[in-house]
């Protein structure tokens, strides 16, 4: 309701400023009820990842490295927790036999691509293959990837 008034009143703007036609909304009745369907799918099939002392340590030591996602001069720590955490975790669950596709997903290319690519930097490129760990940029690619 609050997305529709917001995108009623960009429009009135678009309008007082000459843009023709009208803004159809019917379409996003119900969407709340269709996105929450979604999340809770998504849901059931995540695995929360427990906090493990390594990974702080291997996370510090990708910051100093620089490998990916850190750069010199960038504050990386953060990052870099959630890919070691990601690592830790796929690397658990193939341990334990899990053959199902795993996927990173973030649309933050720039940490992840090589510049003026879409194929990942080497190096973490590297690190997703030791624990056949896939790179999805969008929700939609994770969905595909996962074969959902």
Known sequence: ??????????????????A?????TSHLHGHVTRARLVLDRWETIAWKVPSNPGVAGRAFARVNAPRTPARRGKESMK???????????????????????????SSNTKEYYAPNTSHLQPDIGADFG?????YAPTFGAANHLLHL
Request: with cysteine; charged share 15%.
């Open 1 to 18: 309701m609050r997305f529709r008034a917001q995108a009623q009143r960009i429009h009135d703007v678009a309008t007082a400023f000459g």
């Open 20 to 24: 023709l036609g009208a803004l159809p």
């Open 79 to 105: 990052d870099c927790v959630v890919v070691e955490s990601y690592l830790e975790a796929a690397q658990q669950l193939r341990s334990a036999g899990l053959t199902a596709p795993i996927v990173f997903a």
């Open 130 to 134: 030791t624990v056949a760990m896939e």
